[in-house]
């Protein structure tokens, strides 16, 4: 999330508005001939992570730390431990089985074969995610996925040895789909690391070429993006355009126009922006699906119909949206069954925790959020949302690379040892912790 979406989240989420549009949502996207629906998910699979091998290298377990609060990103920049911190476990601690087997869980079954293509359901691109309408193909099976953001694992100081390990935990709570943050500057090697433990365990990633946090409309088609952004996209997209690893690219995180700016011209420059990044990665790149990273169709029609106009170019297939729990996104749902093209949640955020990262007491804490988030993802499904990503996995108290410590929490994270994971298998609604898919 942006910084000036992050704090009105912040207030918005006490006011029940959060960073999505509220009343005026109510209003439509604007007049357009409508496109043909597409048909109806007939046999919703939800992609499910691969059995995890029998060679995999317990890592230490992290999940039982304290979690500290992190104002920002899921980045590692505080001097002194916040307010409230505890203590800390050591480094090294007894391997984490996951939760228990839930009851009520349905039988697998086995995952569908592996192919597809990046834009359409043929087979000329082997092994990767596609789209067929509004449904997401692999081997000319439907499909939905469900995971978690956790974008700082592609950075230098993040520890990679403990990558691995965390890897293998989300596995066993169901994910299947990790967000990440590729940005320029960082090494491609870490990035071919993170794919390989990814395929190991039948995880795939949205892999986002850079945050627009801090910038704002002035950096688009500034010297810098032209001069250090763009030979950043066109390197790692070229590189990793085989990586069947890879469920989509996002050209960068929530495109958007800053404090102060919003105007026709600032709508109209990052939609030309996004869809000029997304016919770069197209150019190299004709298989993976290329999602436009945004918020969501907005507060007011000047940016619902620059939205819809996004969403309707043949370079971008998915149509994005980060959401507060207790908002809807029913504009952006709405044109997904009007253009086509699948819509998937690629940021889910509720509050747990208080501004130390202790969570909070009561039907606001860790327990009455799994609830909730049950609930919103038993609706996005019923709904024919494509994907549900939460924001953001609580790693708590690290140490960084670098020696110092790293406080990887928000007061949206989730921990390993969150009651989400086992709610959400006890409802059916995301694969048992043994592996396979759970058929829908």
Known sequence: MSTLIRHLALASLLMSAACRPSASREAGLGAEPAAVPSAALA????????????????????????LPWRLEMPWVGQAEP???WGAVSGGAGTPDPGPSPAAGVAAQVEAPAVGGAGSAAGGSCPGIVGRQGAELVLAGQPLRFFGVNATYL?????????????????????????RVWFQEGQNPERLARLLDAGRGLGLRFIVTLGDNVHKGVDWFFSEEDEERYRPHLEGTVGRFKDRTEILAWEPINEPNCGEGRFDEACVKTIRDWVVGMARSIKGIDACHLV???????GNFDLDQESYRRLHKKDEIDLISVHRGIETDAVLERELSADIGKPVFYGEIYDIANDDSCQPLRGGQGPGGRAGRVAGDLASAWEDGVAGYLLWDLNLGRLRKANGDDGYYCSKFGYPFEDPLWERLAADNLVPAPSGGPTAR
């Not at 046999?43 to 304290?66: E, K, W």
């Not at 950075?155 to 390990?165: I, M, Q, R, S, T």
């Not at 999602?291 to 169709?297: F, L």
């Open 154 to 178: 592609t950075e230098e100081d993040f520890p990679e040895d403990l990558v691995p390990g965390i890897l293998e935990k989300l596995q066993q709570r169901g994910v299947s789909v990790v």
């Open 43 to 66: 046999a919703n699979t939800l992609l499910g992570p691969g059995a995890i091998p029998a060679t995999a290298v317990t890592q230490p377990d992290i999940g039982g730390v304290p």
């Open 82 to 84: 916040p307010a409230g």
């Open 291 to 297: 999602s436009s990273g945004m918020i969501g169709a």
